[in-house]
């Protein structure tokens, strides 16, 4: 039941229901992309942060305004920590993106991408708005505001736990499935570029007369990027992969918020 009261204990809870979630926003994929406009931003945060000021309301208790910015400051961190872990997953796409640049000799080939406002490598950048399109189609978002609503059942306000030594290890984690996934995302063109680097060393020995340097960066390019037009169809499986392991991060850092974790 929604409760319509006003005063200011209950404008104060919203404040802090509203910091968690505006450094949730600023940092989560999809809503903390550069291209959205801040006032979309803030507005989504303000609008949020009402509905669930307003269905689960709490009383917190503090002891002056300085412990009332401790409390401020502890919501800050925990947004940030939720939004970062949901937005970190997608690093894997850019590694994948690099390695695959590196096997076809396209390396120092660098773009910019507005979205991180980072150099990032081509297949990088093509990987990473084909993959957040389809995470987009399947209504991840929704996931993520679930997410963050969640929390303030599970960790309420002023009640965080902060294990850093068990998120810690959950930064450990992730950055072995990092590896794990992006080389399962290269893994036909690393196989492909391989087959043909031994092709080419044969071709090598047999005929030294020709330049393999030369012709087999042309023929590395050539064949990278038709494996990677074969390979089309794999992309919704990555774009599972990486949907799942956000899925996984959320759960992670969030218990190692809550106190009963």
């Not at 290890?169 to 893994?187: A, C, H």
């Amino acid at each position: 039941m929604i409760d319509y009261t006003f005063s200011l204990i209950t404008f104060e809870y919203y404040i802090l229901v509203l910091v968690r979630i505006a450094s949730f926003v600023a940092v989560a994929p999809f809503f903390g992309l550069n291209t959205v406009p801040t006032r979309v931003k803030a507005g989504f945060a303000a609008t949020l942060a009402i509905v669930i000021a307003q269905v689960s309301p709490a009383e917190v208790s503090y002891g002056g305004m300085v412990a009332y910015s401790v409390i401020v400051v502890r919501e800050a961190i925990t947004g940030l920590m939720i939004g970062l872990m949901a937005n970190i997953s997608t690093y894997i796409i850019g590694f994948a993106g690099r390695m695959i640049d590196m096997e076809v000799g396209l390396a120092m080939a660098q773009e910019y991408n507005p979205m991180t406002r980072t150099q990032e490598s081509i297949t990088g950048n093509l990987y990473y708005y084909t993959i957040m399109l389809l995470l987009l189609i399947t209504d991840m978002y929704h996931y993520i505001v679930r997410a963050i609503a969640d929390t303030f059942t599970l960790v309420p306000v002023n009640t965080q736990v902060f294990d850093w030594e068990y998120l810690a290890g959950n930064m450990v984690t992730f950055i072995s499935d990092m590896i794990f996934i992006g080389f399962r995302i290269m893994l036909p063109v690393f196989v492909c570029t391989m087959i043909l680097n031994c092709v080419l060393g044969i071709m090598a020995k047999v005929a030294p007369q020709m330049n393999m340097f030369a012709v087999g960066i042309q023929v590395k390019i050539f064949f990278g990027y038709a494996i990677l037009v074969v390979t089309v169809i794999l992309l919704p499986r990555a774009a599972s992969m990486i949907s799942e392991e956000i899925k996984l991060l959320l759960r992670l850092v969030i218990r190692g918020l809550y106190a009963n974790g």
